[in-house]
């Protein structure tokens, strides 16, 4: 607790106590997250506001999505570098990868299940020829999302925020898509801190008695939104990824790759 106290003095009062300062010591004692009351956190760079009090990123989180940013950025230039400047004999092979590398220039990238917007944000901020899709069902994070995005200085042009149960109201074809849906099993309830059970949105967090509910709804439809050359980047619970396997195996995607996070645990999954 101690060190909690210090974290906040430091980065909401600069290092000078308030009388708001002792108020918000008080919160801490009763369990409320450090970020709720320090009100932002930070991803990847990125001050994400929590006014709304949506779904507090996790260090999991950050860790895949500066992996799977460093990929995405990896892939694009090479192919457009081709397509720019290698001499073709054949025009049809021109146009085809022209073709592929305007994708490259111009992505198209979906943050489903977006909550408070970081994992979108740090791509439009991380990756320069990005444009996001924000989708998420809860009024009150699609909010959020626009807080943090002017917070960030992102243009209005490179982001649409829109309000979608999954895919209900997604139009259109990505050439990458970033899902954390909510995955932990209502059976592991008691399993799940007091604290934030008492305090962060349930709805983001559970998917269903065996985590799964959200993950199969968007397995079964991203296909459809995914460009040929595309790739899913999807976080999940350890213990689901066999299912996950049989899913991809029934929904007829060609190939994936498991991955673990920074504490030795299968935590994210690429899908082309």
């Known amino acids: 607790m101690r060190k909690e106290v210090q974290w906040l003095l430091?980065?909401?009062?600069s290092g000078k106590p308030t009388k708001q300062f002792y108020k918000d010591i008080k919160r801490l004692n009763h369990g409320e997250p450090l970020d709720y009351v320090i009100g932002f956190t930070e991803f990847l760079g990125c001050k994400i506001d929590l006014s709304k009090k949506p779904l507090?990123?996790?260090p999991e989180t950050e860790y895949w999505v500066k992996k799977a940013i460093e990929n995405t950025k990896n892939k694009w230039p090479k192919?457009?570098?081709?397509?720019?400047f290698r001499p073709f004999k054949n025009i049809k092979t021109f146009k085809n990868l022209s073709s592929f590398c305007f994708s490259g220039q111009n992505l198209r990238i979906l943050d489903i299940f977006s909550g408070s917007g970081c994992i979108g944000i740090a791509i439009l901020k991380h990756i320069e020829n990005s444009q996001?899709?924000?989708?998420?069902?809860?009024?009150?994070?699609?909010?959020?999302?626009?807080?943090?995005?002017?917070?960030?200085?992102i243009k209005k042009s490179r982001y649409?925020?829109?309000?979608?149960?999954?895919?209900?109201?997604?139009?259109?074809?990505?050439?990458?898509?970033f899902a954390n849906p909510p995955y932990i099993p209502t059976k592991n309830k008691n399993k799940v801190q007091k604290s934030v059970l008492k305090y962060?949105?349930?709805?983001?967090?559970?998917g269903g008695i065996d985590g799964m509910f959200y993950i199969v709804k968007f397995l079964k439809e991203a296909i459809r939104h995914l460009n040929r050359k595309g790739k899913i980047f999807m976080e999940f619970d350890p213990p689901q990824k066999k299912d996950i396997e049989k899913l991809l195996h029934k929904y007829k995607y060609k190939?994936?790759?498991?991955?673990?996070?920074?504490y030795g645990k299968y935590r994210w999954v690429v899908i082309k």
Do not use: H, T
Not at 10 to 13: F, L, S
Not at 160 to 177: H, R, W
Not at 200 to 206: I, Q, S, Y
């Open 10 to 13: 430091e980065e909401k009062y």
């Open 56 to 58: 507090i990123p996790r």
């Open 79 to 84: 192919i457009c570098l081709e397509a720019n």
């Open 132 to 153: 996001v899709v924000f989708a998420d069902k809860d009024k009150k994070c699609l909010e959020q999302i626009k807080i943090n995005c002017k917070i960030n200085k």
């Open 160 to 177: 649409k925020v829109i309000q979608s149960d999954v895919f209900s109201k997604i139009n259109g074809k990505f050439d990458s898509m």
């Open 200 to 206: 962060e949105p349930k709805k983001a967090l559970f």
């Open 255 to 262: 190939n994936w790759k498991f991955y673990k996070d920074q």
